[in-house]
Structures are given as C-alpha cells and as structure tokens.
C-alpha cells in the first residue's frame, strides 16, 4: 500500500518513496506502451547531471504534423503552442519541496520544423523520416531518480480525474501499480543485450550530401557572411541507413560509450528517438531561467597528452571563442523577451566541458521569468535554440532552409518536460537518432562562422557523429 502523504491535496501531487534502481533497468520493467520516454542523466557530474526520469502510460497524447493537431484523438488545426498551451492550462499543481523537479506534467519531443509557427521561414518540402513535428504525452505518473543522493520516489497527481477525493483515489492505484512492477527491480544495471560488445562498420550510410556539396554550402554561407547577411548559421547533414537493430538497446549502447547529462529516449507509434546530448537548452525553476549553449569543439586526444593539448587550443581559439559570444548574445535577446529587465546575466563564459569523443566551449545564461510568462512563452521566445540556427536568427533559418535538402525532424529541436507545476528542463536534441521506416537517420552539423574552413567543419561532423555510427554499426 502507499504510505501516507500529507503533500497530496488540491494543490499537490502524492509522493512515495522506492529502493533506488538504475533508470534504464526500471525503464524495461516497466514495459512501457504507448508514448513513453526516459528523461537520464547518463553522466552525473555538478548541477547538471542529477536526475532522471521515467514517463509512461499517458492520460493525453498530443502530436502536430504541419497545421494539424491530434489531441486525445481528436484532431484540429491551428499553432500546436496556442493548443498546448491551452490544454496545459487544465492542468495546474503545486510543488512539493526536497523533491525531483519533475512532479508529474508534459513530457516528449518539439521537433526544429516547429519554427514555421513562430516566425515566417521558407519550408523544406522534402521530409524524409515522416514523424511528428511535436510529440508530447501528459503524465500523471513520474518515476524520479536523484542520482546524487541515490533516493528515487512514484510521484502521481491524480489528473485527468478533478475532485479531490477521485484524484487521490487514482494516484494511489497508479502510485501501487507502479511499486508492484517495480518490486523486483535489483538490478543496477539494464538487462543484457546491450550491443556495445563489439563494433562493425558494414552498415551502409547514406547523406543527403556528398562531401563536395556539404562543403560547397558552407562556401556559400561564407558568401553570405562576408556579404553581411548574418554572423554564423548552424549547418547539418543527415545520414541514413536501414538497420534492424533495436532502438532501445542502440539507447543503453550511447549511454555507455557516450555517457551525457542530458541523454533522453522515447518511443511513439512508428518511431522512436534516442539523444545522448550535452546541451541544456531551457530550464525553468520557480522563475529561474537557465541555458548552456555549446559552441566550440575539439576531438578527444589519443594520449593525455594530445587530449590536454586539444582542450587547451579549444579554450584559447579566437574562432570557437567568437562562435560562442555570438550565441550568448543571440540568447540574452531571446530571454530579454519574457525576462524581467535588467536579469540576465552569464554566469559562466566559456567552459570547458570533456565527453567520451569530444571536448565543448559551453556557456551559460540565465534569467528571471517575468510573472506574465509561462513556460511554453519561455519555449515560444526562445525556439529553436540559437546554438544550432546561428545569428542573426531567423535569416539564419532561413539560409538553413535554402541549403540543407531535408527537414530536421527531432534533430534540434528539444526533448523533455514542463511540470504542471510550472517548470521546465529540455536539451538541444543533438547527438541523436531518429527510427522510423525502418531507417535509422542521424543529424551531424556544426556553426560556420567567417574564419571557418569548409574541409574541416566537414571533418568536425563526423567527429561528432563517431559515436553514434559505431552504436549503431554494432
């Protein structure tokens, strides 16, 4: 039975404490249908990498393609951010202190081509993964895992039920339904299977460019640089294989060899997306707004030598540097939008941050909300995030759509939740595969600023890519 919990009221969710398990292992125990995803901080480290979530079994499911809005199984047409931010609105709780963040709320992916609602960009026709725009599940159940202090709870609100004594009733089901799945969770360890074991390059990928066409693109950015369009654009190719490999255990394989704190996995009908990204792109606490844009990277070095060495010339490379500021400042603007005046400020200017392939230059900018605003005006002023468009903005897009040949799809977009107690935490989708159709698509891309060489931001793409093609040629 579920513990007494004097927290749960008309304004609070009910809480109940579990033995602390891996995320992933409770993840499979919990078999999950549906729409179902693990928000995990695969690399646990300072303020960044301490929770993890699970979010399954949703009482609502919400999806946009283009104009139209599935909602319950309901369609409509309209902007999916006015409909989400409306059926948010049913939905409202309280936090309860010493807790997870995530006390139950909206969880799933926003998708980059979710931009042609915010502002009026040229649209890409070809779309060759064919999954939502938005996919997005409303959780009244949340599994949260503090890795720090190794505690993990059931959180469950009760919603769609209104009453109170209904909504307690049905936390309380869902909370034992939950513990009774669980119960023989031990294992601090996913099941076995995981195909990191070995690696094999015979998968056969395809780009949507050749080398000379991606690199001719980034001579064309140059062009309109030096002309004065803009200061930098993020530029992307897509490679594509078929593969018959399991999406869930392509997942656990990047969370082994690529550890990152903000990795995330979801499965939906037809399609699933696996992220091991480093980069936080909102977070909203209380009022608190923070993101850490990345701009800046180095490969890892094959000795500790090399490695340091690597790290050093990325700290002190004027044009990594220069990358980084631009993005800083794009992304003071956008918080200036929603902020309170006179609230932003940058903490931290050019980090150094180290994963398993790569060394990043990482920022970070943070914010005070201003009381009018919500979360999903937060997401609204600020997406896509100006780490992976470029600067000025929206010409930045709007260069994107004259030379990458397909739609992005996930890839940077974001992934994770907001509460239905009003905060918010979601990364930049990078590092990341989408599964649809039997395909396996992976994005890899970088910012082209006016001292970039077209040869090496080529090379720079598929360092970031490294990774993923051995997870999934294995």
């Known amino acids: 039975m579920v513990p007494p919990n004097r927290e749960f009221s008309s304004t609070h969710p009910l809480t109940c404490e579990i033995p602390f398990v891996a995320p992933l292992a409770a993840y499979e125990r919990l078999a999950p249908k549906s729409l179902s995803m693990v928000l995990h901080s695969a690399l646990v480290g300072g303020d960044v990498g301490r ?9 609502r499911i919400l999806t946009s393609k283009n104009e139209r809005v599935c909602i319950g199984g309901e369609s409509e047409f309209g902007n999916p951010f006015d409909i989400l931010s409306r059926e948010l609105a049913r939905y409202r709780l309280a936090s309860v202190e010493g807790m997870p963040p995530f006390q139950t709320g909206i969880a799933g992916y926003f998708g980059y081509d979710l931009c042609h609602h915010l502002e009026r960009l040229p649209r ?9 725009d938005m996919a997005i599940g409303f959780y009244d159940a949340v599994v949260c895992f503090d890795h720090v202090d190794k505690r993990a709870w059931i959180v469950s609100s009760g919603f769609p039920e209104s009453d109170e004594e209904s909504r307690l009733a049905r936390a309380k089901a869902r ?16 099941s076995s299977g995981s195909p990191c074991h070995e690696t094999r390059s015979d998968t056969e990928w395809v780009s949507n460019f050749s080398r000379d066409a991606y690199e001719n693109a980034v001579e064309r950015i140059l062009e309109y640089i030096l002309a004065g369009d803009i200061y930098q654009a993020n530029l992307a ?5 078929s593969v018959r490999a399991n999406p ?6 990047m969370c082994q060899i690529n550890p990152a704190p903000f990795a995330a996995f979801l499965k939906g009908e037809g399609f699933a997306v696996a992220s091991a990204s480093p980069e936080r792109f909102m977070r909203l606490r209380g009022d608190r707004v923070e993101t850490r844009p990345i701009k800046g990277t180095r490969p890892r070095g094959c000795s500790a030598a090399e490695d340091r060495a690597n790290a050093q010339a990325l700290r002190e490379s004027e044009k990594d540097i220069c990358e980084n500021v631009m993005i800083v400042d794009l992304l003071r603007n956008d918080l200036s939008r929603v902020c309170l005046d006179n609230s932003v400020e940058v903490p931290t200017l050019f980090g150094i941050e180290t994963y ?33 468009t470029g600067a000025p903005k929206i010409r930045a897009m709007e260069i994107i759509a004259e030379l990458e040949p397909s739609q992005r799809g996930p890839y940077c977009g974001c992934i994770g939740y907001i509460g239905f107690n009003g905060d918010m935490d979601t990364n930049i989708a990078i590092r990341g595969i989408t599964f649809a159709n039997k395909m396996a698509s992976l994005h890899v891309g970088g910012g082209i600023v006016a001292d970039s060489n077209p040869a090496d931001e080529y090379e720079e793409t598929l360092a970031k890519g490294r990774l993923l093609f051995d997870c999934l040629s294995a």
């Open 237 to 241: 190719q897509c490679f594509s294989a």
């Open 51 to 59: 929770y993890s979530f699970i979010a399954a079994d949703p009482f």
């Open 175 to 190: 909370i034992e339904y939950i513990q009774t799945t669980l119960s023989g969770t031990l294992s601090e360890t996913p």
């Open 356 to 388: 398993a392939a790569v060394h990043h230059l990482v920022s970070t900018v943070v914010g005070r909300l201003d009381s009018s605003n919500s979360a999903v005006d937060l997401m609204r002023a600020t997406f896509p995030g100006g780490s992976i």
């Open 248 to 253: 869930w255990d392509v997942f656990k394989c």
């Open 124 to 132: 890409t026709d070809r779309d060759d993964l064919g999954v939502p």
